[in-house]
C-alpha cells in the first residue's frame, strides 16, 4: 500500500484507497467495522463509478461516510486542458501535495489510448526533452498513476484500451510503484498487459528486474544513437551505461520473457537521422527480435534541434528496411496541444498558470 497524506490533526500517515485490490479494500473496511460486502461496493465505486471521495459513495451510510471522510481515494484534479485539432487532449493534473504531471488522452477509431506520467520530472535530463530541463521532484505512487488512466477515460466517456508509460519521468526508476500500478491497470481496472507499454531510457539492472516480475507489457528503450559516443550527448546518463551493455540487457529481456523488445528513436535532423547511422543501428539490433519506432523530433524551447525533413526520414527508414529490420514512423499526436513530453507543463509554468 502506499502511503502519501497525513491527518492534520492525529498525523497518522492515510493510504489512498486507489490501487488496493479487492481483498485489500475488502480488510479496510472490515478494519472499519463494516461487514465485507462493502469492500465490493467500494471497490465497484472506485474502479468503475470513478467516486473521487468516499462522500460520493451513497451506498453507505451517512453516519460512516462522515467517520472515514478524511480516507482519501487518492483522485487529481484537473488543473489543464488543452484539446488538439485531432482530438488529441493533454491534461495537466495537480496532485494533492500541489505536483502538477501530464496525461495525454489519444483517441483513433479503433482504441483510446493513455500516456501516462510515473514521476514529477525527470532525472534523466535528455537533451531534447522539455521534462528533463525541469528536473525531478518526486516518484508517483500507484494511485496516482492510477488516477490518470481513469481521469482520461472520465473525460471521453470511453473505454481506455492501451496504456504507454512515455509521459514525464524514467518509469524504471520507479520500478515498484509502476509494476503494482500495471497490476491494477490489469486486475482492477481490466487492460491487458499486453497493451500496456512501459518506456525506459536504461538503467542498468532494472530491465533484468522488470523481466523478473514475469508482466506480459511491451518493453520500449529509447536508444536514439547507434553509438556511445553519440548517445551519451543526448542523455547524459547513458555515460553510467555502455550502449553495448544495455542491449545485452535488453536481450536477457526478450529470452526471458519472450516479448519483442520496441526501439524508440528520436529523428533529429543534422545528428542522429544519417543512413551511415541507420545502417549502425541495423548493426546493433541484428541477431534479435525488435521493432524501431521512429519519432520525428517535436521542437521545443531552448533547444538546438530541428525535425528532419521527409526526404532524410524516408532514407532512414529505407536503410533499415534493407537490413531486414522491422520500422514504422510515428508522428506524435496533438502537435497543437504542446505535445513534446513536458512540454505543456513547462509553458503553463512560464505563463504564471503552473
Not at 467516486?51 to 451513497?58: E, H, N, P, W
Not at 498487459?193 to 508482466?215: D, M
Request: hydrophobic share 40%; aromatic share 6%.
Amino acid at each position: 500500500m502506499s502511503v502519501i497524506t497525513l491527518d492534520p490533526d492525529s498525523q497518522i500517515a492515510i493510504t489512498p484507497l486507489l490501487g488496493l485490490s479487492l481483498a485489500e479494500l475488502t480488510a479496510w473496511v472490515q478494519a472499519q467495522g463494516q461487514p465485507a460486502y462493502r469492500g465490493k461496493q467500494l471497490y465497484q465505486w472506485i474502479y468503475q463509478q470513478g467516486a473521487k471521495s468516499l462522500a460520493d459513495i451513497t451506498v453507505f451510510s451517512k453516519q460512516w461516510r462522515e467517520t472515514v471522510k478524511d480516507t482519501p481515494i487518492g483522485r487529481s484534479t484537473i488543473h489543464h486542458r488543452a484539446v488538439a485539432t485531432d482530438g488529441t487532449i493533454k491534461y495537466l493534473l495537480q496532485l494533492q501535495d500541489g505536483q502538477i504531471v501530464e496525461a495525454v488522452g489519444i483517441p483513433t477509431a479503433k482504441r483510446l489510448t493513455v500516456c501516462v506520467s510515473s514521476q514529477v520530472g525527470c532525472a534523466m535530463a535528455c537533451t531534447f526533452c522539455a521534462t528533463g530541463k525541469g528536473g525531478f521532484m518526486r516518484h508517483l505512487q500507484p494511485h496516482e498513476i492510477i488516477d490518470q488512466v481513469l481521469t482520461v477515460q472520465e473525460d471521453f466517456n470511453e473505454r481506455v484500451s492501451h496504456v504507454v508509460f512515455m509521459g514525464m519521468g524514467e518509469p524504471l526508476a520507479n520500478l515498484n510503484n509502476v509494476v503494482k500500478a500495471v497490476q491494477c491497470l490489469n486486475k482492477d481496472i481490466g487492460i491487458s498487459q499486453r497493451s500496456i507499454t512501459v518506456s525506459t531510457v536504461g538503467i542498468p539492472g532494472k530491465i533484468h528486474e522488470l523481466a523478473e516480475h514475469e508482466l506480459q507489457v511491451t518493453l520500449a528503450v529509447s536508444l536514439h544513437a547507434p553509438t556511445q559516443r553519440l548517445r551519451t550527448k543526448l542523455v547524459p546518463t547513458a555515460e553510467h551505461y555502455p550502449i553495448d551493455d544495455l542491449l545485452d540487457e535488453c536481450r536477457d529481456y526478450v529470452r526471458i520473457t519472450g516479448r519483442r523488445l520496441s526501439v524508440e528513436y528520436i529523428l533529429l535532423a543534422g545528428v542522429n537521422d544519417d543512413p551511415k547511422q541507420a545502417a549502425e543501428l541495423a548493426t546493433q539490433l541484428r541477431g534479435f527480435q525488435t521493432h524501431v519506432n521512429l519519432i520525428p523530433y517535436n521542437p521545443i524551447e531552448d533547444a538546438d534541434f530541428d525535425r528532419p525533413t521527409p526526404r532524410d526520414i524516408k532514407a532512414f527508414v529505407d536503410v533499415l528496411e534493407q537490413q531486414h529490420i522491422a520500422v514504422s514512423v510515428r508522428y506524435s499526436k496533438g502537435l497543437g496541444a504542446s505535445a513534446a513530453c513536458g512540454q505543456l507543463r513547462a509553458n503553463q509554468k512560464l505563463e504564471g498558470n503552473g
